[in-house]
């Protein structure tokens, strides 16, 4: 059984920041490409950036370049989302997903983690 768990969210102040994590088991982590999303009250969700096999290759949303930071440890089986210079419109509910490589869809989600980011 695939199970993605997040943790790290939190309540801050505009300008801190925060390390999200996701830990994944039940999986062969090292075969996925790691992608984390965000869903606000009232909007859809959104991908906010991903890391792929190799460490070296990471994507990221316009809107969280340059803050965000993705990267996975696979000996721990955990991708994490550094996130710096916090924004109050960076609140929502964070996921993280598994994809296999080739695949086009994340085929596992997590449970989600709130980080509300106030004025």
């Known amino acids: 059984q695939v199970q993605l768990v997040e943790s790290g969210g939190g309540l801050v102040q505009a300008g801190d920041s925060l390390r999200l994590a996701c830990a994944a088991s039940?999986?062969?982590?090292?075969?996925?490409?790691m992608g984390w999303f965000r869903q606000a009250p009232g909007k859809e969700r959104e991908f906010v950036g991903a890391i792929t096999l190799s460490t070296a290759t990471t994507y990221y949303a316009d809107s969280v370049k340059g803050r965000f930071t993705i990267s996975r440890d696979n000996a721990k089986n955990t991708v994490y989302l550094q996130m710096n210079s916090l924004k109050p419109e960076d609140t929502a509910v964070y996921y993280c997903?598994?994809?296999?490589?080739?695949?086009?869809?994340?085929?596992?989600w997590g449970q989600g983690t709130q980080v509300t980011v106030s004025s």
């Open positions: 039940g999986l062969t982590f090292s075969s996925y490409a």
């Open positions: 997903a598994a994809r296999v490589v080739l695949a086009t869809r994340y085929a596992y």
